[in-house]
């Protein structure tokens, strides 16, 4: 599974409206200054993300982001559907669409449990979570394994 710059960026962006300390919404510079993402990137994913109804956006001297529901009610797969589409895709196509036949015929299922452990992962933490730097055990869990940390 790869995670594309938008959605990489979209998570840090929600993230750090999950941080902010008070009611007060974020300006478009603040967020993307203090994550280091490009400003105008930043306005397209903000944009898709009030879109998709997890920000809300303000207008006005005081204007800018917060987010449309509290932090922890918003998954980190919530984040990623709402730039990126599907969490999980094979050439563009979600798993239940596609067919093999012969030897390959096995990989379906294969796509399909892929895209169940990642579900249950991504739609298991929340930006409260990993704003407070509090995972969910069972995912913490999975970066103790020897060889999580690298790369084959």
Request: glycine share 8%; no cysteine; aromatic share 4%.
């Amino acid at each position: 599974m790869r995670i594309s710059a938008r959605a990489d960026y979209a998570v840090r962006a929600a993230l750090q409206l999950a941080a902010s300390r008070d009611d007060a919404p974020l300006k478009t510079e603040a967020i993307a200054g203090a994550q280091d993402i490009p400003h105008k990137f930043l306005e397209g994913i903000l944009n898709d993300m009030r879109r998709g109804g997890l920000v809300l956006s303000q207008r006005g001297g005081n204007g800018g982001y917060r987010l449309a529901r509290p932090a922890e009610t918003i998954s980190i797969a919530d984040v990623i559907r709402v730039v990126d589409g599907p969490l999980v895709s094979v050439r563009g196509v979600r798993p239940p669409d596609l067919s093999y036949s012969g030897p390959a015929q096995s990989l379906l299922p294969l796509w399909i449990a892929l895209r169940s452990n990642v579900r249950e992962i991504l739609e298991g933490v929340s930006l409260a979570d990993v704003a407070a730097a509090e995972l969910p055990a069972d995912v913490a869990a999975l970066t103790d394994a020897p060889d999580a940390w690298v790369n084959p």
